[in-house]
């Protein structure tokens, strides 16, 4: 996710701005005071010396925000750019990929190149390909799966495959090549789509008369889970990634499932069939062991890479290793292979490759004779930002939405092919985004112990949530994860709202990522810091405390949500919708306010307006406030209650309520009730409280997911 030129209207202005944080450190200190280096003493507050320029930096902010229009704001899947995000290696020698900013369907030569290109309105994110050189792709906005088929130099869209579902993530054939295996993540639904093979009938969009089309012959449901992201089909298995769960669901030809489960979410996985009948699964993941926060700090979060063997007709995969990546330089790993070597004697051996993509390492792990001593290790240097990678002859190609290129390495140095467009200087924004989702704002971390190195995306993939409810270190506290979108209009910050403009949030948040590493937060970078940015096309030399604090602010402002399918493919509300969002007007709306920007009031929206603003691409309402609010969900993070969260994109949070305690939205309208001067999320008081009825939590479910 990165930009190449775009920003239109809004920002070019400012190197500071927005609003969020994604760190937090422990109880302050009293102004003025730092923490006692001895009895009875105390030293002025570092603080103080770089308060001039914070208060610049909050002035930057005002600024912008005063000149921002938050209801045109662009959403955030078609302002950052490209974003190649997936590539995988046709039969012919090259390779295709999708560009999930730029809606489209690109295939490359061996040296990175398109030579061909398709543009399809559905935010592409999962590709398969067939031995036979079907190229099946499927789309946040799509209600199916396309066919695609090279013919020379002609990328030919054949057949759309009718898959009734909006949020479809990824996509898998059989090895049979009969039937294709797809998640959506509104639902979290597992679906089989049956195919069968016909032949073409010469019209110009079906590509050549003689052309092979596939057409669905039938959809079934074969599980649900939370956050799906990935399926993959090996031999008779199907295997899904179920990211919020921290689970890999593991479906056996005899409808048995089985299941990897950790304290943490699994990013990435690939799987070989064995000899025997059994799976070699390997995974790139969270550390996993329970979030420690107890001293203000943050423990146990390093990415690992694990590797399980599930035996032919075992019920539970065993663990054959756990290796800590993040001490090899490879941080929220999100591209892992599984492949073998030659080893001993003619004996095989087992490697895993996995790249970073928070740095810039490709590393590849190989097992000789057994998993009891640590593999051997062997590290490439690439570019952060891999999401996957095809071998295509004697080349690897990554996707890199990070940079918005395609990475090409072989014989010499890796090359950073752009996916469109020249290579542009970085803006203050992009800068950001490598702070974001790369181990820039605290490049000195250590994996020693608890220690870790990590990354905003490690609590938060994709800049949304990781399904984790850690303890926070203060009384009986539990906190779900939300999500670092949308920011910009969101201050203040946390749910105790300690952090009332996001110059004040993103300067503790430097503090806290440096908490452990003995470094001043207040520090410069350059390239002797961060060798890895002489390989950035733009990157500037050096930048200063406040140009790093400036960015990340820059990167929040233009943070926004990606837009919601369900809400982008209709231009009036239907009867239920409208039902429900009166409902809502009525029950919600006090606390969950239809707000432009959360802490003024002045830019609440009329319910006659509600209408357009839910269904723009943008989403731009906040559904929240400024305010802290007791609503029964206990304990309070604040002696005031807790910050009244937004509402925006919540399919894609999960579980719910501060404290993560409710599974579903249904649970939550169940929970819900009012008096004529209050309302409950839960507890409410009996028999006082009045409930919602059936029709009207069927009602604002419909409204609800279009938020």
């Not at 994604?22 to 001895?38: I, K, L, Q, S």
């Not at 749910?495 to 948040?509: F, G, I, N, P």
Request: with cysteine; aromatic share 8%.
């Amino acid at each position: 996710m990165a930009r190449s030129g775009r920003r239109r209207g809004l920002a070019v202005a400012l190197a500071a701005v927005a609003s969020m944080a994604v760190f937090r450190d422990g109880p302050a200190t009293a102004p003025g005071v730092t923490r006692v280096a001895r009895a009875g003493a105390t030293a002025p507050d570092p603080q103080a010396a770089h308060e001039p320029a914070l208060a610049q930096l909050r002035a930057q902010e005002q600024q912008r925000r005063a000149s921002t229009d938050f209801a045109t704001l662009p959403p955030s899947d078609v302002a950052f750019g490209p974003d190649p995000y997936r590539i995988a290696a046709l039969p012919d020698g090259r390779a295709v990929g999708v560009l999930r900013g730029e809606s489209a369907v690109v295939v490359l030569d061996q040296a990175g190149a398109a030579v061909a290109r398709a543009r399809e309105p559905i935010s592409p994110g999962g590709l398969a390909v067939s031995p036979a050189g079907d190229i099946l792709v499927v789309g946040e906005r799509a209600r199916g799966v396309i066919q695609y088929r090279m013919f020379g130099n002609r990328l030919v869209r054949l057949a759309t495959l009718p898959v009734d579902a909006l949020g479809l993530r990824d996509v898998a054939l059989a090895p049979d090549g009969n039937t294709a295996y797809v998640v959506e993540e509104r639902d979290g639904r597992l679906l089989a789509v049956s195919l069968a093979r016909g032949r073409g009938d010469g019209q110009p969009d079906r590509g050549p008369a003689d052309a092979a089309m596939l057409r669905a012959t039938g959809v079934r449901e074969l599980s649900r889970c939370h956050g799906p992201i990935q399926v993959a089909a090996v031999a008779g298995d199907v295997m899904v990634d179920c990211l919020l769960d921290h689970a890999i669901e593991i479906r056996r030809p005899d409808g048995t499932v089985a299941r990897i489960v950790h304290d943490g979410p699994i990013w990435r996985f690939a799987a070989r069939a064995e000899p025997d009948g059994g799976l070699l699964i390997a995974a790139g993941g969270v550390e996993d062991h329970p979030l420690e926060r107890e001293d203000g700090g943050f423990g146990y979060i390093d990415s690992f890479v694990y590797l399980y063997r599930l035996a032919p007709d075992a019920t539970a995969p065993v663990r054959l290793a756990a290796i800590n990546s993040s001490e090899l330089g490879v941080v929220t790993p999100r591209w892992i292979e599984l492949g073998s070597a030659p080893g001993s004697a003619g004996a095989g051996a087992v490697t895993v490759t996995a790249a970073g993509y928070a740095t810039p390492n490709v590393v590849t792990l190989t097992w000789r004779g057994g998993f009891t001593a640590r593999p051997e290790v062997a590290t490439t240097e690439l570019v952060p930002g891999i999401t996957a990678a095809a071998r295509v002859g004697g080349a690897l190609i990554a996707a890199d939405p990070l940079l918005d290129a395609w990475i090409v390495t072989g014989s010499g140095p890796p090359r950073v092919v752009p996916a469109s467009g020249p290579p542009s200087a970085l803006s203050p924004s992009r800068i950001g985004e490598l702070l974001f989702f790369t181990t820039l704002m605290s490049p000195w971390n250590s994996s020693d112990g608890k220690l870790s190195r990590f990354t905003c995306e490690t609590c938060h993939h994709e800049g949304y949530v990781d399904g984790r409810v850690h303890f926070t270190g203060r009384g009986r506290v539990f906190a779900a994860t939300r999500p670092l979108l949308g920011l910009g209009n969101l201050r203040p910050y946390f749910s105790r709202a300690l952090d009332k403009t996001m110059t004040d949030m993103v300067h503790a948040e430097f503090r806290v990522a440096n908490r452990h590493n003995g470094r001043d937060p207040w520090f410069a970078l350059t390239r002797a810091d961060v060798p890895w940015l002489a390989r950035v096309p733009g990157a500037p030399a050096a930048l200063s405390p406040e140009q790093l604090r400036g960015a990340l602010m820059a990167f929040f402002g233009d943070f926004t949500h990606r837009a919601n399918p369900a809400a982008s493919d209709h231009a009036a509300f239907t009867p239920r919708e409208l039902e429900g969002a009166q409902v809502f007007r009525d029950r919600c709306a006090g606390c969950h306010a239809p707000r432009l920007i959360a802490d003024d009031p002045s830019s609440a929206v009329p319910f006659a307006a509600w209408q357009h603003l839910v269904l723009s691409p943008s989403g731009p309402i906040v559904w929240s406030n400024a305010e802290y609010a007791k609503t029964g969900v206990e304990p309070y993070v604040n002696d005031r209650g807790a910050r009244v969260a937004p509402l925006r994109r919540l399919y894609k949070k999960w579980p719910y309520f501060t404290n993560g305690s409710v599974r579903s939205l249904d649970e939550v309208l169940d929970r819900f009730a009012w008096t004529p001067t209050a309302a409950y999320h839960d507890g409410a008081p009996d028999p006082v409280a009045t409930p919602l009825t059936a029709s009207e939590k069927s009602a604002l479910l419909a409204f609800l997911a279009l938020l």
